[in-house]
T-cell receptor, first 113, second 115 residues
């Protein structure tokens, strides 16, 4: 069982839809991450939140909008996505005060029609 | 900038045989190294990590890895593979940026286990 919970597990949406991915952890971690993973590829970092503030944005298109409402939750708002955005989106968390391993959720499989 | 290379895209091994996965890194300072495993349809699970100290690191599921600074390598080993070890394995190097830590992953090695 993973300690990082992501919902939904699967999402199919049209290019004009607006949807959100959700991530929750209760390990007291203060750093949270969004990754995008295409098939047969490693995860690619999108965003890092540190103490609920956005600290790293890896030049992600504005159609992806992250939000960290509190220290346990991380959202990724999606709008006007393209077919090439279809991928597995992984959330992770870690302790912030030192370099500690990231704990990953099982991801949301996103398909854009 | 840091980088990680996993030279083997696929490895096929018989059940009960030993397994070694190669990982080479490039990093300007002391590296923080990780091995993760990903089963189909799931997220990444940490197998082991190296920060400092003993260069032979023990992990979960019977895995171990050896850090060799002279070779810039962090190879993963398991003495006897089980069918459940079939998965994708990622080596990663970590670096602390201004805020938050960033992982750079290798391309991954897919392990197939023959009965």
């Amino acid at each position: 069982d993973t300690e990082v919970t992501q919902t939904p597990k699967h999402l199919v949406m049209g290019m004009t839809n607006k949807k959100s991915l959700k991530c929750e952890q209760h390990m007291g971690h203060r750093a949270m991450y969004w990754y995008k993973q295409k098939a047969k590829k490693p995860p690619e970092l999108m965003f890092v939140y540190s103490y609920e503030k956005l600290s790293i944005n890896e030049s992600v298109p504005s159609r992806f909008s992250p939000e960290c409402p509190n220290s346990s939750l991380l959202n990724l708002h999606l709008h006007a996505l393209q077919p090439e955005d279809s991928a597995l989106y992984l959330c992770a968390s870690s302790q912030e005060d030192q370099l500690q391993p990231q704990h990953f959720g099982d991801g949301t499989r996103l398909s854009i029609l | 900038a840091q980088s990680v290379t996993q030279p083997d895209i696929h490895i096929t091994v018989s059940e009960g045989a030993s397994l070694e996965l190669r990982c080479n890194y490039s990093y300007g300072a002391t590296p923080y190294l990780f091995w993760y495993v990903q089963s189909p349809g799931q997220g990444l699970q940490l197998l082991l990590k190296y920060f400092s100290g003993d260069t032979l690191v023990q992990g979960i599921k019977g895995f171990e890895a050896e850090f060799k600074r002279s070779q810039s390598s962090f190879n993963l080993r398991k003495p006897s593979v089980h069918w459940s070890d079939a998965a994708e394995y990622f080596c990663a190097v970590g670096a602390i940026k201004a805020a938050g830590n960033k992982l750079t992953f290798g391309g991954g090695t897919r392990v197939l286990v023959k009965p």
